[in-house]
């Protein structure tokens, strides 16, 4: 979501400009306004709307050399700014300074539009007195004092949602109404009958937990459901079960699984479905993920263009671990993570669906299997992005809005990548709602756990050699991109770097390692007859063996974090292996708690907190960067970096994102996973 900033490029002064002669018109109207204004502050009593709008332009601020170079201005008291005949507007010119690039809030008259701003600006007219009102950096900061004019860029006083945006915010509306009418059409017909239902097994099985990207009920049986939250996922038979929507239940049958009473049971349960010697630590691992990336997208965001101290954040930031919840490289190990329980969870489910179907992995149920996947995560998928889409029509957003607009206009363009789950094969700066990057990638990686699974049925020699090739081709990848393209192994922030994301980041075939040891790991926590660790020296050395490789990951991210000037071999070798050597630390943390040895880890992460952050921790994942982008969005002053304020930026993001994130799951993620078509 790097700033779109390179449009074209003026050269200061009125002379160049007047080649092209549509360009240096400035219409009649703008001029006589803007007279009127520049006369108005320049008299000895200025009106009021005079002092507003240019109390409203932009001035220097103290540690510009901190990165503080931006000068927003005041946004809404420029527009609360009245004159005779026009009404103030808020734009931004961007400028370069040798080096230096920054904005400038400016509050014109709303009669001028961006062409005659730019000619305004190039021409040198708004001053005060003998000032500018935009002057350059001083000379005590920077050598020339030459500005270069990058763009202009003006904000509207009025909405204006054009179709798209009015079909988004109706199809939003629309699967939000849905629910709330059938729960009160529920509601009304059993008070009709006046006794009380019985909940289907559908409804009891709600308790199970709705775990992100489809993990739900961890069981060591192969008859319990690990992906999506009904035993269907497993292949059960589910004939002697009543289907919630079916023939012969009718409309009434559909409606009751939309209606509240149905969804929001099991949601804020702390009852484990896990019974003794299940998965119960995922639980923990994938909630503490979570909160890992929450933390640092709330820190990362701000960071992309609206802190008046970025360099000093850079300084402390980037070179310390201690602040490895806030940096990008670390941070989104926590990716892998997901990327690890996808694989193993995906793996356990098909073969519990196999055994469900006497033992045959035919293309019908691999069909099903994939239906299921997809009826899981699009429903609240295309939601958030409907939603996405039509607040950003329907919101007056601030100064450091514009950066983030091309990238989300996008959705207008490339919406149909997201329904296809392609959008991670697009280039970065088209993708719609970028952080949605990862459920294509997650969904093509569980397009290929049917083959893996019939090869390990078929012959395991066979099985092997597929996968260590599999394994052997995402590492050589990732390294030779990181070498040829002479890639850093992280940066701070991750998401300016274009051909960082493009060809590294969101590629499958350079992040597919995790997903296939999760594989791995679930074939064999479904196949073992007997446990693997014998003797506590087993556990101790594995516990140190673990430990070391995820304190030495995080530590050479920081000994890596330099751009190499020309190929690096050893960043080269530490992303082809870093991210398959952190999924085997953490499948070790989940065999040594399986297994017994997880000591007070396993405690941890198996405490009963973790079940209902978990059934919404899909829908957290989704909704979080809305609330932080709509945070920056709509700011009109620059956020200063210090820990406390980042904390509590971390911490009002993730409650709104927990309520939101329970409305969102029972609303519209739950309803679809209980409609099921079948006949009773």
Partial sequence: MAPCLVAFLLFAGCSAALENKQATTVSQKCSEDTDTFLREINQDNPKEYAVLMYDAFGKMGSNVK????????????????????????????????????YFVGICLPDSCGEDNVQMLVLCGKLEFG??????????????????????????????????????????????VAIPLAATLFTAVIRWQRNREVRPTVESAGLNTGLNLYGAMNINVSSNSDVNSGSSEENGNDSS????????????????????????????????????AGGHSCLNGIRVLSLLWIICGHSAQFPVINNLDNYKDWKKTVEHNPLHVLTISGPVFLAVDTFLLLGGLLSARSLLGSINGAQDKLSPSLVASYLFRRIRRIQPLHLFVMCLTIGLISVVHWGPYWFPFMDTMMDCKTYWWANLLLISNLLPVHEICIPWTWYLS???????????????????????????????????????????????????????????????????????????????????????????LLKQKWQAALGWFCCLSVMASLVGLAFILRETPARPSVSRALYQGLHRQLWALAVTWIILACEEGYGGFIKSLLSLRFWIPLSNISYACYLTHPVFIILYIGLQETPIHYTDINFMYLFLGHLLLTLVASYVFTVLVEKPYLLLRWGST
């Fill in 240 to 275: 002697k079960r009543t289907p919630v929507c079916s023939p012969r239940g009718g409309v009434p049958r559909c409606l009751d699984a939309f209606s509240l009473q149905t969804t929001s049971q099991g949601i804020f349960s702390a009852s484990s479905s896990v019974p």
């Fill in 130 to 175: 003998q000032n500018s009102l935009i002057p350059p950096l001083p000379s005590i900061l920077v050598n020339d004092s030459t500005q270069e004019m990058i763009m202009t860029h003006c904000l509207s006083n009025t909405i204006a949602p054009d179709a798209s945006d009015v079909t988004c915010l109706f199809v939003c509306c629309a699967m």
């Fill in 441 to 531: 990638l997650d969904f093509q990686c569980y397009a290929t756990t049917p083959l893996l699974v019939y090869f390990y049925r078929l012959h395991r020699g066979v099985f092997w050699l597929v996968a260590g090739g599999l394994l052997l081709m995402t590492t050589v990848a990732s390294a030779v991109i990181t070498a040829l393209l002479q890639l850093p192994v992280f940066q701070p922030s991750t998401l300016t770097s274009e051909k960082y994301v493009l060809s590294y980041y969101v590629r499958p075939h350079t992040r597919y390692g995790p997903f296939l040891i999760g594989i791995l790991m679930g074939i064999y926590l479904t196949s073992k007859k007997d446990h």
């Fill in 66 to 101: 901190g990165g503080n170079a931006n000068r927003p201005g005041l946004m809404q008291q420029c527009r609360s700014a009245h004159g005779p005949a026009f009404s103030g507007q808020y734009c931004q010119v961007f400028l370069r300074q040798e080096t230096v690039q």
